[in-house]
């Protein structure tokens, strides 16, 4: 062969530009250097957020995981746990009694329990209205003020609201003192509220129309607090036990039935409610406090059954 026929061997070597690669690689171990370290401080704020107690019940599922998982622990209360411990109160360094199938029916009963309490209570309070509501419709002395007596059912119990009329007052202007067919309500009502276990609280209002002297002297805050308290006394006259009465308020104008004209007479009335348990347990607990529902509030069912005004069965609206 012919030396000017040889051909040259050439190598080529291709240089790949390794900045790009470089940057993604130490990125990447970056990240996962972070996500370690996130875990990790992740990991010792829940230790240190942890009880004792629970920390020890960890501690024993890891050493014993199968003797833990199959009998349980000492260290404890959450059966149903994969791995049981601390119960409901966390704070608690030995743990919790472990729960039974026999604490968690007592509770089931005794809602149960609770719940038809309040069911027999509601049935006798609608009794109650039920009855108040014969008396108005078959006396007839009391045929003219069926218009005045307003009855429904709240979520404090059963509201009786006795109004004013424009030419039929409870009360002269200004005054406490019951007109004598007030005196007579009252002492109708006071037989049937004796019948019932149930407390009484009594409540004045007043329309908005102030006195001359304005709110610093005798107002009507003093006058709707004295015109409960004269309902009151006239309740225990007629035989009711005084220790039913629970609460005696006035509330001026404050809670008008009318809140479009606030000088109308039907603002001036008295609110007797026949309390149900649990807002009497919320009034005389040092815990508790008695949410009261505004009088000129829509009734409240109960049971699925809607309360009525008295004057609603005659035929007018409230």
Request: charged residues 30%; glycine residues 8%; aromatic residues 6%.
């Given at each position: 062969?012919?030396?000017?026929?040889?051909?040259?061997?050439?190598?080529?070597?291709?240089?790949?530009?390794?900045?790009?690669?470089?940057?993604?690689?130490?990125?990447i171990a970056y990240a996962d250097f972070v996500t370690a370290m996130m875990a990790f401080f992740l990991l010792m704020w829940l230790l240190g957020s942890t009880s004792k107690g629970y920390r020890e019940g960890i501690q024993e599922y890891f050493r014993t995981p199968l003797t833990v998982a199959l009998s349980g622990?000492?260290?404890?209360?959450?059966?149903?746990?994969?791995?049981?411990?601390?119960?409901e109160d966390l704070t608690r360094i030995e743990g919790e009694a472990k729960q039974t199938k026999s604490s968690s029916t007592e509770f089931f009963n005794l809602e149960v329990a609770r719940a038809q309490v309040a069911r027999d209570e509601a049935a006798r309070l609608r009794q109650l209205k039920s009855r108040v509501?014969?008396?108005?419709?078959?006396?007839?002395?009391?045929?003219?003020?069926?218009?005045?007596?307003?009855?429904?059912?709240?979520?404090?119990?059963?509201?009786?609201?006795?109004?004013?009329?424009?030419?039929?007052?409870?009360?002269?202007?200004?005054?406490?003192?019951?007109?004598?067919?007030?005196?007579?309500?009252?002492?109708?009502?006071?037989?049937?509220?004796?019948?019932?276990?149930?407390?009484?609280?009594?409540?004045?209002?007043?329309?908005?129309?102030?006195?001359?002297?304005?709110?610093?002297?005798?107002?009507?805050?003093?006058?709707?607090?004295?015109?409960?308290?004269?309902?009151?006394?006239?309740?225990?006259?007629?035989?009711?036990?005084?220790?039913?009465?629970?609460?005696?308020?006035?509330?001026?104008?404050?809670?008008?039935?009318?809140?479009?004209?606030?000088?109308?007479?039907?603002?001036?009335?008295?609110?007797?409610?026949?309390?149900?348990?649990?807002?009497?347990?919320?009034?005389?607990?040092?815990?508790?406090?008695?949410?009261?529902?505004?009088?000129?509030?829509?009734?409240?069912?109960?049971?699925?059954?809607?309360?009525?005004?008295?004057?609603?069965?005659?035929?007018?609206?409230?």
């Amino acid at each position: 062969m012919k030396r000017d026929t040889l051909q040259p061997i050439v190598i080529k070597r291709i240089k790949k530009p390794r900045g790009r690669e470089g940057n993604v690689q130490w990125k990447i171990a970056y990240a996962d250097f972070v996500t370690a370290m996130m875990a990790f401080f992740l990991l010792m704020w829940l230790l240190g957020s942890t009880s004792k107690g629970y920390r020890e019940g960890i501690q024993e599922y890891f050493r014993t995981p199968l003797t833990v998982a199959l009998s349980g622990g000492t260290k404890h209360g959450d059966a149903t746990s994969i791995v049981p411990g601390g119960g409901e109160d966390l704070t608690r360094i030995e743990g919790e009694a472990k729960q039974t199938k026999s604490s968690s029916t007592e509770f089931f009963n005794l809602e149960v329990a609770r719940a038809q309490v309040a069911r027999d209570e509601a049935a006798r309070l609608r009794q109650l209205k039920s009855r108040v509501e014969q008396i108005f419709e078959s006396k007839d002395r009391f045929a003219p003020y069926r218009n005045q007596v307003k009855l429904d059912i709240t979520s404090e119990g059963l509201r009786i609201q006795i109004v004013d009329d424009q030419n039929r007052p409870m009360f002269d202007v200004g005054k406490s003192e019951l007109h004598p067919w007030m005196k007579d309500i009252l002492r109708e009502l006071a037989v049937l509220l004796n019948e019932v276990d149930n407390k009484i609280s009594l409540a004045g209002h007043t329309d908005a129309k102030p006195y001359f002297r304005g709110e610093r002297g005798y107002s009507n805050w003093e006058l709707s607090s004295d015109r409960a308290n004269a309902s009151r006394r006239e309740l225990v006259a007629a035989g009711m036990a005084e220790d039913k009465i629970i609460r005696v308020v006035g509330l001026a104008s404050s809670v008008p039935l009318n809140a479009d004209d606030p000088y109308d007479p039907i603002n001036r009335r008295i609110s007797i409610v026949v309390l149900n348990k649990k807002t009497t347990e919320n009034m005389i607990s040092n815990e508790g406090i008695a949410v009261r529902a505004p009088d000129n509030a829509h009734a409240v069912e109960m049971n699925g059954e809607a309360a009525t005004p008295l004057e609603d069965a005659a035929g007018e609206g409230r």
